[in-house]
């Protein structure tokens, strides 16, 4: 196993051994609002900070860019950091929540871990390496488009201007798919694209460290990971679809129509 990433799963089981252990202590938890139904604890920050020690004890050198304290240092080796995926979830003890970890170098990632700690389900994947859930190899499912497929999807909750449009794909998407689910959690809804546990998944306006693992995780299970023009800028833009080759470019074929101006920039 390629040494990062062995750094990297240390530093997600620190981080969700720690979040599964405040899990009975959510009713005395100090909750702040960072924006419209955007929430942070103690939790997510000291989760974070448990990740960035184990990862700059390392490497102390590489640069940061993390959901709770932004970016950090200037190295040609980053990594991306979400310490709680799912922090509302977290708060209601539904349990449905994850550590995503990736590194990229010069832009490009190159090792990736998403941690459900309640699960105890560690999902990883080293560029080139093909990806696994503890230690068992996965891939993505073979559906040649969304007929009958099972969709994961996110609501735009913090960016309610792009609601009409969802509605929109949803609507549509729903009178073609077997099923779309809500889960709560863009990481593992993209890790469970991997291992197959969903067909595909598209969301508008998320953050790259909610992206970034769960993208390079899909591509080495056999699945593509593209924005809703299928290119490269899913990280930049926000918008994100994903599965294997054939049900992507039918998903991102059936968004075209549903498209506006602010959700193509």
Do not use: C
């Not at 599964?20 to 997510?44: A, C, H, Y």
């Not at 990632?109 to 190899?137: C, H, W």
């Not at 699945?223 to 599965?243: C, K, P, Q």
């Amino acid at each position: 196993m390629q040494p990062m990433l062995n750094i990297a799963i240390r530093a997600a089981h620190a981080a969700g051994d720690y979040i599964s252990r405040q899990v009975n202590n959510i009713p005395n938890l100090e909750i702040e609002s960072k924006d419209t139904n955007d929430f942070v604890t103690q939790v997510d920050r000291n989760a974070e900070h448990k990740i960035i020690e184990t990862l700059l004890k390392a490497y102390p050198d590489h640069s940061i860019l993390a959901e709770e304290s932004g970016a950090q240092g200037d190295s040609e080796y980053q990594w991306i950091i979400d310490p709680l995926d799912g922090t509302t979830n977290f708060l209601h003890g539904f349990p449905h929540f994850a550590v995503s970890i990736a590194l990229a170098h010069k832009g490009r990632l190159e090792q990736a871990v998403i941690y459900d700690p309640m699960k105890q389900e560690l999902f990883s994947a080293s560029r080139g390496d093909g990806a696994t859930l503890n230690n068992r190899r996965i891939r993505v499912t073979k559906p040649v488009n969304i007929k009958g497929a099972l969709l994961g999807t996110g609501f735009p909750f913090k960016q309610k201007q792009h609601l009409p449009a969802f509605q929109s794909m949803f609507a549509d998407f729903f009178g073609q798919a077997g099923d779309i689910r809500r889960a709560g959690s863009a990481a593992l809804d993209l890790a469970y694209v991997a291992a197959g546990r969903l067909d595909a998944f598209w969301e508008i306006g998320l953050q790259p460290w909610d992206m970034a693992a769960g993208s390079l995780i899909i591509r080495e299970a056999g699945g593509l990971v593209g924005d809703f023009s299928g290119n490269e800028n899913f990280l930049e833009t926000g918008n994100i679809v994903a599965g294997n080759p054939k049900i992507f470019a039918d998903l991102t074929r059936k968004l075209q129509p549903h498209l506006t101006e602010s959700i193509k920039a």
